[in-house]
């Protein structure tokens, strides 16, 4: 079966998330001997902080084959995988050809060579990982995989998500970054909207966002047309604009939105 040596990870939301469930899948198989092959999966819980960049699960295996099960389970909804998940306890089989749960997973696993199995699950800090083993010849898995394996996905998960919260953390330093460094340009567009429209500073960043959304472009990029500009040619877009956003205040009228400026 399965080359032991052999480690693919796949679709991972980030390398260090790939590496570690490559790394948990490894050494689960390492410790059980009575194991053919091992996979590794984690995804943010339903009611967890952050989700990963695309949303969807990371998983590794320690063979394409495994690989395979595992993307038949997460896309059917049905096998050791999502029922360990949803109980929060171990799932298994000690014979799947004599096992009448899952059809499609039992179909996928019995065509690999796989008789028995059994799926882990584990939680930390909004990260639900699973470990999953998987023997050539029908028996009880989950007594072998009990013990140092349990040790190792507690360890593992821990450090998943400790790692999956700092990358997190770094997203919003950089998203404050982006933020300070493009809120003098936004000053500056409300100086100049202020200075044609005779209104408050509250007043034109309003309207600076609600052109923002309604025109689908980011305030930032709306901000460095009205700077680079400096508001030459806009006077009538932003009193139009004026008019239509906020139709109650002092300037009222009735002209047409005649679209965001430049």
């Known amino acids: 079966m399965p080359d032991r040596s052999h480690s693919r990870p796949c679709q991972p939301d980030a390398p260090s998330l790939g590496r570690g469930l490559a790394d948990l899948a490894e050494q689960a198989l390492a410790h059980t001997p009575t194991g053919c092959g091992a ?21 590794a295996a320690t063979h394409p084959d495994l690989s395979s099960l595992v993307s038949v389970q997460l896309s059917a909804g049905e096998g050791p995988i999502p029922d360990a998940q949803q109980g929060g306890c ?21 065509d690999a060579g796989i008789r028995s199995t059994v799926t882990l699950p584990f939680a ?14 029908p028996g009880p898995l989950a007594e072998a995989a009990r013990g140092t394996t349990e040790l190792l996905g507690d360890l593992a998960t821990e450090s998943l998500a400790r ?3 700092y990358r997190d953390a770094l997203a ?53 047309t009205v700077v680079r500009t400096r508001g030459r040619g806009l006077e009538k877009n932003l009193i139009a604009l004026d008019r239509s956003a906020a139709p109650g205040r002092g300037r009222r009228g009735s002209a047409p939105d005649p679209g965001p400026p430049g």
């Open 39 to 59: 996979a590794a999966t984690a995804m943010a819980a339903p009611d967890g902080p952050g989700t990963t960049a695309d949303g969807g699960p990371a998983t």
């Open 90 to 110: 171990p799932v298994g089989a000690d014979d799947l050809l004599r096992e009448t749960r899952w059809p499609a997973f039992r179909a996928w696993a019995l």
């Open 124 to 137: 930390c800090d909004g990260l639900e990982v699973t470990v999953s083993l998987y023997g050539l010849r």
């Open 163 to 165: 790692d999956r919260l």
């Open 172 to 224: 919003q330093v950089d998203q404050l970054d982006a933020a300070l460094r493009s809120r003098p340009v936004v000053d500056q567009a409300c100086g100049i909207v202020m200075h044609v429209l005779g209104c408050d500073p509250d007043e034109a960043f309003d309207l600076l966002r609600r052109t923002s959304q309604r025109s689908n472009r980011k305030l930032i990029e709306l901000a460095g």
